[in-house]
C-alpha cells in the first residue's frame, strides 16, 4: 500500500525557504552554517549552487532534502511546510518527492546495481514487487547502464556508477532531484555526460538543483545562486526556465 502524507496545495514555488538559519554545536562555539537564508524554486527549474568549501552550499541543499532540519525558519515544498514533519514521516515523504544523488554514490555495495535501483520502490513501497525489476531496468536504460544491471558497484568504472546512482534517485519519479557535487569525481568528459543527463531531465520537467564548484557547469543551468558565509549574495539566470513539472507525490 503507498502512503499518502495528506494534500498538496498549489503554491506560488514549488520550493521555497523562509529565513532559514542553521547552527551547529562545536568545540569551538556556535558555528552558522545558515543565515536567514530566503530562496524559491519554481517547478522545472535547473539551479545550480555554487560557493568554496564551508560556504553553506551542501547545508542549504540538505534543507531542501530534509537531510538536515533548519534551526529556525521554515522549508516549503508543493505548499508543505515539511520542517513540522517527523523523522518517519520525512523519510516516506522524501522517498516519494525528491531523488538524492551523492558526490560518492552510495550505492549498497553488495547489492546488484539493479536490486540498488529497486531499494527505494521498496522502502516507498511503489509498484507492485512483480513490475519493479522491469521499472529498474528501465531506468537503467535512461542512463544507458542495462548491460551492467546484474553487476556490484565495486565492478563499475566511477562514471558507471553515477549514472547507476542517478537511476536510483528517479526510482520513484520524483519530481524534485537533488545533486551534491555529481560530477566532482568524474573525468570531464563523464561529467559532461552527467550533466547532459540531468539538462534533459529539466527540459522533460523535472526540477534540479545541484551543488558544484565547477563554474563552468554553473554557467550552463537556467540559475546560479552564489552562496559566501552561509548567505545567498547573488543569483544570476543564464536561460529561460523551462517546462513545468507536474504535481508532488502526496
Known amino acids: 500500500m503507498v502512503v499518502h502524507i495528506g494534500h498538496v496545495s498549489p ?29 524559491t524554486v519554481d517547478a522545472g527549474e ?9 560556504s553553506g552550499k551542501s547545508t542549504l541543499l540538505n534543507m531542501i532534502t530534509g537531510i538536515d532540519r533548519p534551526s529556525s525558519g521554515d522549508v516549503v515544498i508543493g505548499g508543505q511546510n515539511v520542517t513540522t514533519y517527523s523523522e ?26 539493479l536490486d540498488n535501483i529497486m531499494l527505494p520502490m521498496d522502502f516507498c513501497n511503489v509498484y507492485a514487487p512483480r513490475e519493479r525489476p522491469e521499472k529498474a ?5 535512461l542512463v544507458g547502464m542495462e548491460d551492467q544491471a546484474y553487476k556490484l558497484p565495486s565492478e563499475l568504472s566511477g562514471g558507471q ?20 557535487e555529481p560530477t566532482g569525481n568524474l573525468d570531464s568528459k563523464t561529467a559532461d555526460l552527467i550533466f547532459d543527463l ?8 523535472r526540477t534540479i538543483v545541484m551543488v558544484t564548484h565547477d563554474l563552468d557547469l554553473a554557467a550552463r543551468v537556467g540559475r546560479a545562486l552564489i552562496v559566501a558565509d ?14 513545468t513539472a507536474g504535481p508532488l507525490n502526496a
Request: no cysteine.
Open 11 to 39: 503554491a506560488p514555488h514549488l520550493i521555497t525557504l523562509r529565513k532559514v538559519v542553521k547552527t551547529y554545536v562545536t568545540p569551538a562555539g556556535l558555528f552558522s552554517a545558515l543565515r536567514e537564508v530566503d530562496l
Open 230 to 243: 552561509g548567505q545567498i549574495v547573488r543569483e544570476q539566470r543564464n536561460a529561460p526556465r523551462v517546462v
Open 46 to 54: 535547473f539551479v545550480a549552487i555554487i560557493g568554496k568549501s564551508g
Open 137 to 141: 531496468m528501465a531506468l537503467l536504460g
Open 161 to 180: 556508477q553515477q549514472r547507476a546512482a542517478i537511476a536510483r534517485a528517479l526510482a520513484n519519479d520524483p519530481p524534485i532531484l537533488t545533486a551534491d
Open 198 to 205: 540531468f539538462s534533459d531531465m529539466a527540459r522533460r520537467g
Open 88 to 113: 518517519n514521516k520525512m523519510a516516506k515523504w522524501r522517498g516519494r518527492n525528491v531523488g538524492v544523488v551523492f558526490q560518492f554514490f552510495q550505492l549498497m555495495p553488495t547489492l546488484s546495481v
